[in-house]
């Protein structure tokens, strides 16, 4: 990878959080691809989404990295691990300097807001002053909306796909149902990195159900005996992708961040009204919804563009749910490749 860098930037003055609470130093982990260019306007930010890391070139591979539209060889692309997660940036599993013990589950509760704020700090630490592209997916997007509405300035074109300006009551359901899982496990609040294993599975299978689809499921996880009556593809399937993310994630972690989640409404502290907070949105922005996405449908992303002054939306088929976010890259890189010009 073109100039390929892995840091961490430390904070080391008081974070106050949107609640009120505050942390006494942050560290946000971070990469960079690519060269800043003497301008100064060559730069990409992607926002990342809820277990994913700041590494954007591996987990959206195919549309970010070498040989690919966002290519470090044209762009200085830059991703921040977002506050609370487990992958290095400042969350439950840090060391609180006050007791020289891991947060755990005295970790503050944080909002989308507080995640941007500590990426405005990382911007201002590397000296960006412009940024071409802002562009995030599911809760990605939900940063990269707060974001533009914080420092509108600072943003030439934001892209957005599959994601929405406030928290549906769906998503809350679902995430509710998520922590009810973690929660029901024996270790939940244990002293221990490893606390909320089993529940945090659990949880993951219960995203997965809304991460896909039916039609989805119906097609690659279909057992073709009719005379079997255990042991279903299906089962399997979603006990390989529960230990998957338990190897890479946390439980106190997952449980903080879909709190922060359930928290986004860009109305909070604007007028409350969703429509008027939308339309202060002025700069020409990309959004991508997918047809077959039920966990962020299509009506969000629709309501986006009514009220954005320069959105462009496009829908895209796509047989994998929300998920097609991260894996339609061919469909998502021609339709941008317009969308800029190109």
Not at 79 to 99: E, H, K
Not at 144 to 151: H, Q, S
Not at 193 to 204: C, F, V
Request: charged share 15%.
């Amino acid at each position: 990878m073109q100039n390929y860098q892995s840091s961490v930037y430390q904070y080391k003055q008081p974070f106050v959080l949107e609640h009120g609470s505050v942390l006494p130093e942050l560290s946000i982990t971070y990469h960079t691809y690519g060269t800043l260019n003497a301008a100064g306007d060559n730069v990409v930010w992607v926002c990342h989404a809820l277990t994913a890391s700041s590494d954007c070139a591996d987990w959206w591979k195919g549309l970010v990295g070498a040989g690919c539209y966002i290519d470090p060889s044209e762009y200085f692309i830059v991703c921040a691990n977002i506050l609370g997660s487990c992958y290095g940036t400042t969350g439950p599993l840090s060391i609180d300097p006050v007791t020289g013990k891991p947060y755990y589950s005295s970790f503050p509760q944080i909002t989308i807001r507080d995640m941007v704020s500590a990426h405005r700090l990382l911007r201002e630490h590397l000296g960006i002053q412009s940024i071409a592209l802002l562009m995030g997916g599911s809760m990605g997007g939900y940063q990269a909306l707060e974001w533009v509405l914080t420092e509108p300035a600072l943003f030439r074109r934001l892209f957005l796909i599959a994601t929405s300006p406030s928290e549906s009551a769906w998503g809350v359901a679902v995430h509710t149902a998520q922590r009810l899982a973690i929660e029901a496990d024996p270790s939940w609040r244990d002293a221990d990195p490893q606390a909320g294993k089993a529940g945090l599975k659990a949880a993951r299978a219960i995203g997965m159900l809304t991460y896909r689809n039916y039609g989805i499921f119906q097609e690659a996880q279909t057992d073709p005996d009719p005379e079997k009556i255990d042991g279903f593809r299906a089962s399997s399937y979603i006990e390989y992708q529960g230990d998957k993310l338990v190897k890479r994630f946390n439980a106190y972690a997952y449980w903080l961040l879909t709190k922060a989640m359930d928290s986004h409404h860009l109305a909070r502290g604007r007028g409350g009204n969703l429509m008027e907070t939308l339309q202060r949105i002025s700069i020409p922005t990309l959004i991508i919804g997918i047809e077959s996405d039920i966990l962020c449908p299509l009506a969000e992303q629709e309501f986006m563009a009514t009220y954005m002054q320069q959105a462009q939306l496009v829908r895209i088929p796509s047989a994998y749910g929300h998920d097609g976010f991260i894996i339609e890259t061919g469909q998502i890189t021609t339709h941008l490749r317009a969308w800029m010009g190109e």
